[in-house]
């Protein structure tokens, strides 16, 4: 896969014939992307499915790019798959949802938790103390 400088200096060198033959390098699916973390983490749809108690056909459909999964749920994926700030920045950004901002009370306190390795147990405690909704 193309770094995401590579993929604009590609951009700024083609013309509008090339930029359409090649489409789909600029573009990957919020299901296609989380299936691909799956796989590097070793991990089966049904892990997932079962860990997150989600909705079987909710999930498969996310997967499958028919359903947008939300920023919530992408939320406890990530913790779930354990990703770092980066990574989680980037899985919100493919699957076309606000990233984490620091000036956010909700938002700075994921990044609190990302950095200081809680788990989202210890998450949901800490949103709770400060009057935000848990990510259940």
Known sequence: MKSTDELINDLKKQDQTSFLKNETDYAQSGGAYLSMLLK???LQPGNLIRDLELERSYAYQILRGSRNPTRI???RIGFYLQL???EFQRMLS???R???Y???RFDAAIIYALEHN????DLNNL???IGEPPLR
């Open 118 to 121: 809680m788990t989202i147990e």
């Open 84 to 86: 770092s700030l980066a």
């Open 73 to 75: 749920l992408l939320l």
């Open 94 to 96: 493919i699957c076309q």
């Open 127 to 129: 949103l709770e103390e």
């Open 98 to 100: 606000a990233i984490l």
């Open 102 to 104: 620091p000036r956010n």
């Open 40 to 42: 590097e983490h070793h």
